[in-house]
């Protein structure tokens, strides 16, 4: 597994190689300066809200704490942190949710078994999501008479892909699938051993059906935040590019975000989608604009964002794990005495 993360990454690498090697490099430096501090605060500024929205979606799926300040701010930490993991491993954005749960058990004292449920719950509503903003993008793509007819084909095969994916990962949890293989297996020879593993399944299983069937206040709620989430993703873009006095229309900045995160989606398997990324940049607002330096341009401001995002989060985990390490030393003292 090591290796091949390495290999996914070295594969990141040669992809951003070759988009910067077709790239006037003094252009886009001089676009990428251009954008200036205060424009860099502005789009971090953007970002912070966008994750707070979804962190406030997150937190519907809960039972065991309250929708307050206080609790919400631990859940943004907590995301901060899964999320830069999600981003430097090559796991579908999934790497991340284990430590979230982890986070919330050791430090807040939730369950791990309502924490992984609402991790999941929170990733399903986000992909949800992630279908009507794509959907809305691709009928604005349809129309556009900018965008190649190859980039519209590849875009739908790639849609039709990703909704087939969702919708069989929002049924197997509202079709308890996993609890109803786990009682078939457990009605075998190793009945005993599964049993356990089996009551903690259904009860996860429990709580993704009482969400989605049970409080449809809440999942609409959710539902409605990460697509708001994702429109802020359209709002950066537009930001941007009228940053780098090159201004969009709003359509076009969706078709610009619908088409990366598509590809983002598709490259999961290479860290933080490095070079698929920068490639679509380039490739679409080539197309849109006439000028694919512009493309990388706001992929690397992007990109800069990331990194500052990532490395706080990663910050965080070593400040989680300091707050362990003082824990367990104070435990040890008591018990010493």
């Not at 910067?20 to 424009?39: C, H, Q, S």
Request: charge should be positive; glycine fraction near 8%; aromatic fraction near 12%.
């Amino acid at each position: 597994m090591k290796y091949l993360k390495l290999l996914f990454l070295l594969l990141g690498l040669v992809l951003l190689g070759v988009v910067l090697d077709e790239t006037d490099l003094a252009e886009l430096w001089a676009r990428v300066v251009e954008i200036g501090w205060f424009g860099m605060v502005l789009v971090m500024v953007l970002f912070f809200i966008a994750f707070g929205v979804d962190v406030v979606a997150w937190a519907l799926a809960f039972d065991s704490i309250p929708m307050a300040p206080r609790w919400l701010w631990r859940l943004f930490l907590v995301r901060m942190v899964g999320e830069a993991f999600n981003n430097v491993t090559p796991t579908a954005s999934m790497g991340g949710e284990p430590i979230k749960a982890m986070l919330l058990k050791s430090h807040y004292d939730i369950g791990y078994r309502e924490s992984m449920a609402t991790v999941v719950i929170a990733k399903t509503t986000i992909l949800i999501g992630l279908l009507f903003f794509l959907g809305i993008g691709f009928v604005l793509l349809l129309q556009s008479d900018k965008v190649p007819d190859s980039y519209k084909t590849v875009a739908g095969a790639g849609l039709i892909g990703l909704t087939i994916i969702i919708v069989n990962f929002f049924l197997w949890q509202r079709l308890r699938l996993t609890s109803r293989a786990g009682s078939r297996l457990s009605a075998g020879r190793f009945s005993t051993r599964l049993q356990k593993w089996l009551e903690i399944i259904t009860e996860i299983d429990d709580q993704f059906v009482g969400f989605y069937k049970h409080k449809p206040a809440r999942f609409g709620s959710a539902l409605v935040l990460v697509i708001i989430n994702w429109l802020l993703g359209v709002v950066e873009v537009y930001l941007v590019m009228y940053l780098f006095g090159h201004p969009v229309s709003l359509a076009e900045a969706w078709i610009i975000e619908s088409m990366a995160q598509l590809v983002r989606a598709g490259a999961f398997f290479i860290p933080a989608a490095i070079g698929a990324q920068e490639g679509t940049f380039m490739l679409v607002c080539g197309a849109i604009t006439g000028n694919p330096t512009l493309g990388i341009a706001v992929a690397l401001v992007r990109r800069a964002r990331e990194i500052l995002w990532i490395a706080a989060g990663l910050g965080l985990w070593w400040s989680y794990s300091l707050r362990n390490q003082s824990t367990a030393s104070v435990s040890a003292s008591s018990t010493e005495r």
